[in-house]
């Protein structure tokens, strides 16, 4: 099991976490959630990287959403690599406007700008419990539906729990957008988050880390979801 280096470009735009993921010694890294910064967020992120020694060799997306997606592209371009998305959600890569509400596209004003999506060059779908070596990590990847279609969360190295909007430090992600589902984010909590076990550090799309044996013990949608009363 490789030790791990882990580092954090929080996004101007809704403080998404762009996650940085790298075995310790290495010079390669993940890139997890490229979202909105002024307006693109790659070249924070090779600045950062090239801090640490670093190079990105693929990008993974924990799921379709513009404030986790939006400088995917260019970050794939400039650094000619891959992107990792759940296939149910790939089509969202060039037309994210189908997750978006009026609310939320008025929250984006590039949106109003001229500026077009499309994906990637190289563009690796996902799905459920697909195991991986990226950047000489080991990846898990699970479907983890709710939040979105393909929403997708990754254990790496089996000690840490990329959580995406699934699961934040004591909540969870909004089923409420275009493309949620309460119910199914309901059965992603009870099955496939809550049985993991305590020790994975969570590494969540906006906020604070936290761990699983905090959110078994303190989450009150988690608890909710393994009772049957989330919705």
């Given at each position: 099991m490789s030790e791990i280096l882990v580092d954090v470009v929080v996004a101007k735009a809704f403080a998404t976490n762009c996650w940085i993921l790298a075995a310790q010694g290495?010079?390669?890294?993940?890139?997890?959630?490229?979202?909105?910064g002024d307006?693109?967020?790659?070249?924070?992120?090779?600045?950062?990287?090239?801090?640490?020694?670093?190079?990105?060799?693929a990008a993974f997306l924990t799921h379709g959403h513009l404030d986790h997606t939006f400088s995917v592209a260019p970050l794939c371009s400039s650094a000619?690599?891959?992107a990792m998305i759940h296939s149910a959600d790939?089509?969202?890569?060039?037309?994210?406007?189908?997750?978006?509400?009026k609310n939320t596209s008025a929250m984006i004003p590039m949106l109003g700008s001229g500026i077009t999506f499309v994906e990637?060059?190289?563009?690796?779908?996902?799905?459920?419990?697909?195991?991986l070596n990226v950047a000489g990590l080991a990846f898990r990847f699970l479907h983890t539906p709710g939040?979105?279609?393909?929403?997708?969360?990754?254990?790496?190295?089996g000690e840490l729990l990329i959580s995406g909007d699934v699961l934040f430090a004591g909540s969870i992600g909004r089923t409420d957008l275009p493309l949620g589902s309460l119910s199914d984010m309901e059965r992603t909590l009870r099955?496939?988050?809550?049985?993991?076990?305590?020790?994975?550090?969570?590494?969540?799309?906006?906020g604070r880390r936290s761990d699983m044996g905090a959110e078994r013990a303190g989450n009150p949608y988690l608890r909710a979801a393994m009772e049957g009363r989330l919705g």
């Open positions: 290495s010079d390669e890294a993940v890139i997890v959630d490229p979202g909105i307006p693109y967020l790659h070249e924070a992120i090779g600045e950062r990287c090239s801090t640490l020694g670093l190079h990105p060799v000619n690599i891959p790939r089509a969202l890569l060039a037309h994210p406007e189908r997750a978006l509400s990637p060059d190289e563009v690796v779908e996902l799905s459920d419990s697909v195991a939040h979105t279609p393909g929403s997708t969360v990754a254990i790496v190295e099955e496939k988050i809550y049985p993991l076990p305590d020790h994975l550090t969570i590494l969540p799309g906006h």
